[in-house]
Structure formats: C-alpha cells, structure tokens
C-alpha cells in the first residue's frame, strides 16, 4: 500500500518570504501522480499543483513550485513571496496512474501561519 | 461554472441513527469520490462511483455505504451512527481521465452526540 508522510505538521513563514513544505511517499509502482492540496479555514480542498512522475520537468504554478526526486520519493513544495493568504492546511497527495481510479492517499498536512 | 455542491453543510446527529449525505459534481464529471476527515486519521477514502457503479472502495465497515444517479450526483449513507464517526465528509468530483485532478466541495460536518 502506498503511504503518504509530511514531517512537518506545522511551518511559519514570514509574509513576502520563501517557505518549502515537504513530503515523502512509498510505493513500489512506476506510474503515479502527486499534489498538493491547500485547505483554508472554509474547508475546501483547494489543488495547488500537481506532478505526473513521468515527467522530469519539476511543475510551476505562479509562486508555487515543487522539487520533485523521484529515486528519493520526495515531492516537496516551494512557496514564493507567501502572501497572508497562504495561510492554510497543506496537504500531499498520491494517486496511482492511468485507470486506476480516483482514489488518493493524503499526507498529515502540514499547517502553514503566514506572519505580517 | 458552479463548484462541487455538499449538502448539508453541518449535521448533528444521534448514535444509531442513520444519515445521507449529498453530493452534485460539476457539470459534466462523472467520477465522484467521498472522503472523511478526522483529527485523528486524517483523511481517508471511502469510495468512488463513475457512471452509477462504485469503482472503488476503502477500508471502512458496511455501514458506510454510497450510490450515485443518472444525473452524477452521489449520495453516501451511514446507517447506526457512532460516535467516531463525527467527521468533515468531503465529496470530490473529476472527468476521471487520466491525471485529471479532482475538485472538492466544501463538505459536511458531520457530530454523533
């Protein structure tokens, strides 16, 4: 079975400033997909970024980013210039490839405060 | 394009009793999937429906069942209620292609007392 693990369970960042949240998974299969889940104080899940790891091309969404090494089963997100409303739960995720459903299997989360 | 819709949004209900949860995805998604979320055990999968079948299932009792419509809205129910089922069930929704991501509503809080 695939696990998900976050180290960290919470992070503080200070507004305007670089935070790296980070994120280890096992699993023993070739083709899968990560991501990160923001969940503010609303509850919804919001998609931050997401990673096929077929590709070797780490993703990029605006100040989000993510170090993605694969042999070392790490996926980590960059946050640039965090802003007050980054602050939220951060979630990595797992999900298995090509027809294997919708099923994912989710991290800790960490917590992430943004300072002023 | 309206979001994922959860209804209702906050539920109290006593142990024993039964409960149904609703979920309308996003025009067009026919993947639903549910979730529950608890301090505890963090978050954990319950099921998915595509086209009316369930395609896949956690590990959680009998209790914990789901369906879904023609019309791709799902509904999950939970039949003699305990107290550790008190829970942020959330419901996603998703094209189901591959890597496509799945969009979440704002889910339903759920208290056993």
């Known amino acids: 079975a695939q696990t998900v693990t976050q180290s960290q369970p919470e992070m503080s960042v200070q507004e305007a400033e670089t935070v790296t949240l980070s994120c280890t998974y096992d699993?023993?299969?070739?083709?899968?997909?990560l991501f990160w889940y923001k969940q503010p104080p609303s509850r919804q899940m919001i998609l931050v970024i997401r990673q096929e790891a077929y590709k070797q091309q780490n993703a990029t969404e605006n100040r989000f980013s993510v170090n993605f090494q694969k042999a070392a089963k790490s996926f980590s997100l960059k946050i640039s210039d965090s802003q007050l409303g980054d602050a939220a739960m951060y979630f990595c995720?797992?999900?298995?490839?090509?027809?294997?459903?919708?099923?994912?299997?989710f991290g800790g989360g960490t917590r992430l405060m943004v300072k002023p | 394009k309206a979001g994922v819709t959860q209804t209702p949004r906050y539920l109290i209900k006593t142990r024993g009793q039964q409960v149904t949860l609703s979920c309308s995805p996003i025009s067009g998604h026919r993947s639903v999937s549910w979730y529950q979320q608890t301090p505890g055990q963090g978050l954990q999968f319950l099921f998915e429906?595509?086209?009316?079948?369930?395609?896949n299932k956690g590990n959680f009792p009998g209790r914990f069942s789901g369906r879904q419509f023609s019309n791709s809205r799902s509904e999950m129910n939970v039949s003699t209620l305990e107290l550790g089922d008190s829970a942020l069930y959330l419901c996603a929704s998703s094209v189901r292609t591959a890597g496509s991501p799945l969009h979440f509503g704002n889910g339903t809080r759920l208290t056993v007392t």
């Open positions: 699993t023993s299969e070739s083709d899968y997909y």
């Open positions: 429906y595509f086209s009316e079948t369930q395609r």
């Open positions: 995720a797992y999900r298995r490839g090509s027809n294997a459903g919708n099923m994912l299997t």
